[in-house]
T-cell receptor
Framework: AQTVTQSQPEMSVQEAETVTLSCTYDTSENNYYLFWYKQPPSRQMILVIRQEAYKQQNATENRFSVNFQKAAKSFSLKISDSQLGDTAMYFCAFMKLQGAQKLVFGQGTRLTINP | GAGVSQSPSNKVTEKGKDVELRCDPISGHTALYWYRQSLGQGLEFLIYFQGNSAPDKSGLPSDRFSAERTGGSVSTLTIQRTQQEDSAVYLC?????????????FGPGTRLTVT
């Protein structure tokens, strides 16, 4: 079975700073996807960024980028020029390509951006 | 277009009562997922529908939990004889499942409180 671990329950940074959220996972699969989801107080899960395991190039989406280290099974999220609207819970998630494609989530990191 | 909707938004029930939670997926999405988000267990998969059938129901925690999907659209998650440990946010997601990856779009969730 796959497991996802987020070792930082809470983080807090000042607006405009850069912050990195950590995620490690365990799997015997070779082909899979990794995701970062954001959950603001509204409870709506919003996809931030995804990474395909067979791609060596790290994914980027505007201010969000990942550092994907497949051998180390590490998938960190970097948020540059952080904004107050980035305040939310962030979940790292794993998805196997075969079967149900269900998401396996980490425990989450509560990120607070301070003005 | 419309996103995934869930009803009710919040539900308070007495221990031992039955509850029904509803999910309306995005039109045309063939895959539908239920997840549960609780303080003790984090975010966990419950059941996956492809069309009206449920090929993966491995996450349902007990036989008090059941779900159905009709017309390849609306899904209902039913919890019988509710217990306090059932208190959680129940999230629904849907995806197209065409091609290699079906990106999951989440609804706002139903917060269930069992008193």
């Amino acid at each position: 079975a796959q497991t996802v671990t987020q070792s930082q329950p809470e983080m807090s940074v000042q607006e405009a700073e850069t912050v990195t959220l950590s995620c490690t996972y365990d799997t015997s699969e070779n082909n899979y996807y990794l995701f970062w989801y954001k959950q603001p107080p509204s409870r709506q899960m919003i996809l931030v960024i995804r990474q395909e395991a067979y791609k060596q190039q790290n994914a980027t989406e505007n201010r969000f980028s990942v550092n994907f280290q497949k051998a180390a099974k590490s998938f960190s999220l970097k948020i540059s020029d952080s904004q107050l609207g980035d305040t939310a819970m962030y979940f790292c998630a794993f998805m196997k390509l075969q079967g149900a494609q269900k998401l396996v989530f980490g425990q989450g990191t509560r990120l607070t951006i301070n003005p | 277009g419309a996103g995934v909707s869930q009803s009710p938004s919040n539900k308070v029930t007495e221990k031992g009562k039955d509850v029904e939670l509803r999910c309306d997926p995005i039109s045309g999405h063939t895959a539908l997922y239920w997840y549960r988000q609780s303080l003790g267990q984090g975010l966990e998969f419950l059941i996956y529908f492809q069309g009206n059938s449920a090929p993966d129901k491995s996450g349902l925690p007990s036989d008090r939990f059941s779900a159905e999907r009709t017309g390849g659209s609306v899904s209902t998650l039913t919890i019988q004889r509710t217990q306090q440990e059932d208190s959680a946010v129940y999230l629904c997601a849907s995806s197209v499942r065409t091609g290699k990856l079906g990106e999951q779009y989440f609804g706002p969730g139903t917060r269930l409180t069992v008193t």
